[in-house]
């Protein structure tokens, strides 16, 4: 699958908002300050359209490439060392610009500058002048560069653009910290710059996100602690878990918790200093009577349940049933009177009569005898006549009636049901004491009574319908009541406070009822915390609710995962690139058994350093190469470097060949010079036959060389920096040399005829001296110097030639004209007794 073709598929396990980031970067958009403050407002809002595609039609054939950066001036520099000039030092922004200067002349100091500007393996702070009290300064320079075709200037360090970074600067340090240290290479495979804008993209959201947070932080309110010993009740664990899913309901059902309970905090801290005072006694009389209570309550309604149980309630129906049916039976046997003489015999106020002379007869009349007597000779009880035939049998009747057994049960069952409407009747479902014993165990039982309240309540209504129902003769119904588990708990909470009691005799039973006490003074105490915080637990929420969306936000934002992604479609082509690149540079440099690694990876990036080839022993590289291999490796990393940066900008090097044998000298000019055809490149050095080789090589390609030097003041303090266009005398090459002799003559000839002869004779002594040296060189350079090289350790055979080409002729001319500029020259003293003429122009011409 190519490379393209992964990235979009991973992109679909992606946030949305990536998703969007990629399509902008993909289509070269870029993100304004306030694109990427909405855009984490839309992140931590859920606002970002989760359908958002990102295709292969997003992705361009190729990155965007960085234009060039070149480097035109530097003026104004304060504070910067000790460097002073009136001139810029300027360079050209093509080929290559050599920048001379003595040790000391404050070529350094530039140099310094330009690596805190551009970038640099290696980093050091500018000093201002020691010398001075200037500690506090803050150095400046004007820097003038060319971003493709538009030249900027810039009041470093006020102003400054990411552009100046594509410049690349190299130092003895920079070359050591590519060796030690890992490096970034700038190569890319083009289809990554959307997966390094995303990066860029996520480095910069999160470190927004952080500014979020961080006053989120600020803002955060503050809501009751919760004390160890109660963070595993509810309350405690409400507000330890407290978050931005918290619920309000949650938090209310809390609070009524606190409204409805009967304890109180006041009541509680007293049973607390009686425990903490080990006042046991008037302890266990509490509790002692909080079980009597409990228990006479549990009595009370086991009563009532027997009063207005269903049990009772269906036995009190049968019995009216009961009732009912043997009124009927006993008013169909009182129908057998009826052809009595008078009316109502068998009725009730009959039968009350019956009783009377009943009692009157077995107590007074006829003391002994069951009533009615009906003998021969005795006499009705009520009207004291003598009882006849037909009487008698009248009152055989009548008590046979009295005695039958539908009589007798009518009137047990009148007497039962009475007596069941009495109870009821007289049945006290809250009494005085009930009541009494309830308000006394409302602090520690409150929702045990609450129960009990409403169950006697109930118990109530039933009753007032039952009597009800009684009187009006209608039917009774039956109610559901199930007291038994209100009974039990009434049950074990008296023989749980009778062992309390028992046991507070116990030290150990005392401390464990005085913690159960102070838990539940300080839960109420925490719940009116609550209560009084409220508004600012709901603020807190939804600042939790804030906070925990950006640090979704930031965790989706982390790079991690888009880095992982970047090394497993890059680790293979960009380490063959970078290792291939490093391995031709070496070759230059003529550098062997080393190599360039992948050491890991960091934000998108492939890291790597040099490594040694068949080493068997672990050893740092920089312990086993010399010093001047150090620098050649540290010169090759950097080559690596420039070479793989595409936007081609300005390289910047200070002393780049210290500690190079001759060999490598060269070897460095020429892959200066080679790079200078197609980038600037800038030079500063102090090294004169390393001048000489940049400008062989530079010559030799048909490169541009810019000469420019820095030296000291002559006048004043001798300050450091200032800037020149052109290379002092000892740095220039033959051919400079002879273009400047030429030049010298004609100003000679130009001028000299208003000189007198003191100024004419030290003009044509100081270009006397100078045609003498460029002699020199001639010979040390261009005849010599190219059999033997640098000291004579180098002999070059095929370069012999050379010497055939100067011949008797040559030998003879050279040795009359060094005789005849020997004497115009004032490096010896002349014989008094020869007469000196100095030449005319024409004569050193010729010469």
């Not at 075709?149 to 400054?160: G, I, K, L, N, Y």
Request: glycine fraction near 6%; hydrophobic fraction near 35%; charged fraction near 30%.
């Amino acid at each position: 699958m190519a490379m393209e073709e992964q990235i979009i598929e991973w992109s679909r396990s992606r946030p949305a908002w990536q998703r969007l980031v990629l399509q902008r970067m993909a289509n070269g958009d870029t993100f304004s300050d306030g694109d990427l403050e909405k855009l984490i407002d839309d992140i931590v809002a859920f606002r970002v359209d989760p359908e958002i595609s990102f295709g292969l039609e997003h992705l361009p054939r190729a990155a965007p490439e960085d234009p060039p950066v070149q480097l035109v001036s530097i003026a104004k520099p304060e504070h910067v060392n000790a460097i002073e000039s009136d001139e810029p030092l300027t360079f050209a922004v093509d080929g290559l610009t050599i920048v001379y200067g003595d040790n000391g002349s404050g070529k350094s100091g530039y140099a310094r500058l330009l690596k805190r500007i551009t970038r640099a393996r290696h980093q050091e702070d500018i000093l201002t002048d020691v010398f001075r009290d200037t500690g506090q300064e803050k150095p400046s320079a004007s820097l003038t560069v060319r971003i493709g075709r538009q030249d900027t200037t810039f009041a470093w360090p006020d102003s400054v653009s990411a552009n100046l970074k594509h410049m690349l600067f190299y130092d003895a340090a920079c070359g050591n910290a590519y060796i030690a240290t890992e490096s970034d290479f700038p190569y890319r495979p083009s289809a990554l710059f959307v997966m390094d804008g995303l990066i860029e993209t996520c480095v910069d959201l999160r470190t927004r996100i952080d500014t979020r947070l961080e006053a989120n932080a600020r803002s955060a309110g503050t809501v009751p602690g919760v004390d160890d010993a109660l963070k595993d009740t509810e309350a405690g664990q409400y507000l330890t878990r407290l978050s931005g899913s918290s619920s309000i309901d949650t938090l209310d059902v809390l609070l009524r918790k606190l409204e409805e309970t009967s304890e109180t905090i006041k009541g509680l801290k007293e049973e607390e200093t009686r425990l903490q005072n080990a006042d046991t006694g008037k302890e266990r009389q509490h509790l002692v009577r909080q079980a009597e209570k409990l228990e006479a309550v549990r009595q009370h309604i086991e009563k009532i349940q027997q009063g207005l149980g269903n049990e009772k309630l269906t036995a009190i129906q049968k019995g009216r049933d009961r009732l009912k049916g043997l009124k009927e039976a006993a008013e169909l046997l009182a129908r057998s009177f009826e052809s009595e003489a008078l009316l109502g015999v068998g009725a009730t106020a009959w039968k009350a009569l019956w009783e009377s002379a009943k009692r009157y007869s077995e107590e007074h009349a006829y003391p002994g005898k069951a009533y009615p007597v009906i003998g021969v000779d005795s006499r009705c009880v009520l009207c004291q006549q003598s009882l006849d035939e037909e009487a008698r049998e009248r009152f055989s009747r009548f008590d046979k009636f009295v005695r039958d057994d539908t009589q007798v049960r009518l009137g047990e069952a009148r007497r039962t049901l009475d007596g069941q409407t009495k109870v009821l009747t007289r049945l006290e479902i809250k009494p005085e004491a009930v009541e009494g014993n309830l308000k006394d165990l409302q602090t520690g039982y409150a929702d045990l009574v609450k129960e009990i309240r409403t169950l006697l309540a109930s118990y109530s209504q039933a009753r007032e319908q039952v009597l009800k129902k009684l009187n009006d003769g209608e039917d009774l119904q039956l109610y559901r009541f199930n007291p038994s588990a209100i009974l039990e708990r009434l049950s074990q909470s008296a023989l749980t406070a009778r062992e309390t009691a028992e046991g507070l005799s116990n030290p150990e039973i005392v401390r464990q009822r005085l913690a159960v006490v102070t838990r539940k003074r300080q839960e109420l105490e925490l719940l009116e915390e609550i209560k009084g915080s409220r508004e600012a637990i709901l603020k807190e929420i939804q600042h939790l609710r804030q906070r925990e969306a950006l640090e979704l936000a930031k965790t989706e934002a982390a790079t991690g995962p888009i880095t992982r992604k970047i090394t497993e479609l890059s680790e293979e082509s960009i380490t063959e690139v970078v290792r291939d690149v490093f391995t031709r540079e070496t070759d230059r440099l003529r550098l062997e058994r080393v190599t360039i690694a992948r050491t890991r990876s960091d934000r998108g990036s492939l890291l790597h350093q040099p490594k040694l080839v068949g080493a068997r022993q672990t050893v740092k590289l920089p312990r086993v190469f010399s010093e001047g291999e150090r620098t050649a490796l540290g010169l090759a990393a950097y080559f690596t470097d420039a070479h793989l940066d595409a936007s081609k900008s300005a390289l910047i090097l200070d002393d780049p060949v210290s500690s190079l044998d001759h060999v490598r000298r060269d070897l460095v000019a020429s892959r200066l010079a080679a790079i200078a055809e197609t980038r600037q490149v800038i030079v500063f050095t102090h090294d004169v036959p390393f001048v000489a080789d940049l400008k062989r090589e530079a010559n030799g390609r048909g490169v541009l060389v810019a000469e420019r030097s820095v030296t000291r003041q002559r006048g004043g303090e001798h300050k450091p920096g200032a800037c020149h266009t052109t290379h002092p005398w000892k740095t220039k090459d033959v051919s400079a040399r002879l273009g400047d002799l030429r030049g010298d003559l004609a100003r000679i000839k130009r001028e000299s005829a208003g000189w007198d002869d003191r100024t004419y004779e030290d003009a044509v002594a100081v270009w006397a001296g100078n045609l003498s040296e460029t002699w020199e060189r001639i010979f040390s350079q261009e005849i010599v110097g190219v059999i033997l090289a640098e000291g004579g350790l180098e002999v070059r055979p095929m370069m012999v030639k050379v010497l055939a080409r100067f011949s008797e002729e040559d030998q003879r001319e050279f040795d009359s004209s060094y005789s005849h500029v020997s004497q115009w020259t004032k490096r010896h003293d002349k014989s008094v007794v020869s007469i000196l003429s100095y030449p005319m122009c024409r004569r050193s011409r010729r010469n």
